[in-house]
């Protein structure tokens, strides 16, 4: 088992191994047994903090390279308009405490979260169009991740009311 020890930046790109591909909630561990595209079985051994990201390196103990990759997954993605609805938007549902991917392309601003039918609604008062379908998911990180910890106003582990 190749054992990934190591979180990694700048190679090119013929010093990458293999891809590892996993979903958002994968992505949030520091310790997994899995294996890669190629199928060779991988440990993560890293440090707690971070989440993967699409495009992370990874390192091996034996020096080999992976790349991580978000893997399509089911997803809502809300489309609003740019500006006040936009905010609107990523503020009720970020005020729910859910990960939440948000973009844009040639069709306009987007908000990505995964399927619950609360939150749904929400963003369909709000006056998003909903498309239901499979997508990689690659959420915010936050204000407040820092490389290899996460502190500030959420890292106390108890709910609050707002």
Not at 30 to 47: I, N, Y
Request: include cysteine; hydrophobic fraction near 40%.
């Amino acid at each position: 088992m190749l054992e990934l020890i190591k979180r990694i930046s700048n190679v090119e790109a013929s010093e990458i191994h293999d891809n590892l591909t996993l979903p958002y909630e994968l992505r949030m561990r520091g310790r997994l047994r899995t294996t890669t595209e190629t199928r060779q079985d991988v440990g993560l051994f890293l440090d707690r903090g971070p989440v993967l990201r699409d495009g992370d390196l990874l390192q091996a103990r034996t020096g080999e390279i992976i790349r991580v990759r978000a893997a399509e997954e089911p997803v809502v993605t809300a489309r609003i308009e740019a500006g006040l609805p936009l905010a609107r938007l990523c503020y009720h549902l970020g005020n729910r405490h859910v990960s939440l991917a948000i973009g844009e392309d040639k069709q306009g601003s987007w908000i990505r979260f995964p399927p619950d039918h609360v939150l749904e609604e929400l963003a369909e008062r709000l006056g998003a169009v909903l498309v239901r379908h499979t997508a990689p998911f690659d959420p915010e990180p936050g204000a407040y991740a820092q490389a290899g910890q996460a502190s500030g106003h959420h890292g106390h582990g108890h709910a609050h009311a707002h």
